[in-house]
């Protein structure tokens, strides 16, 4: 966009974020889960990807598709509670329930 001449940035909305090019499953409707634990939430998926947050049980998370590395379940989402609320990124599948 652009106002007199000069750019403005405008920030992505939450639709805006793309799906992970690792997601191998697609859920036809985004699934609404709590965690079981306490879990990291992870760049990518897998324990070698970097934390960048630490979801506490009952945390509210959607997601959006599932990846199977190494015969492990991990799915991407958005966490939708507690103080990493609105962040994005991938949780060990075993540790959500629907």
């Known amino acids: 966009m652009t106002a007199g001449g000069a750019a403005l940035a405008v920030a992505p909305t939450a639709s805006a974020v793309s799906r992970p090019s690792q997601c191998q499953y697609v859920w036809n409707t985004p699934h609404n889960a709590k965690t079981t634990a306490v879990v990291n939430l992870r760049t990518g998926p897998s324990t070698s990807d970097t934390s960048i947050g630490i979801l506490s049980r009952g945390t509210g998370f959607t997601h959006y598709c599932i990846a199977y590395p190494h015969g492990n379940n991990w799915a991407w989402g958005k966490v939708t509670s507690g103080a990493n609320a609105g962040r994005w990124g ?9």
């Open 90 to 98: 991938w949780v060990y599948y075993n540790y959500l329930t629907l």
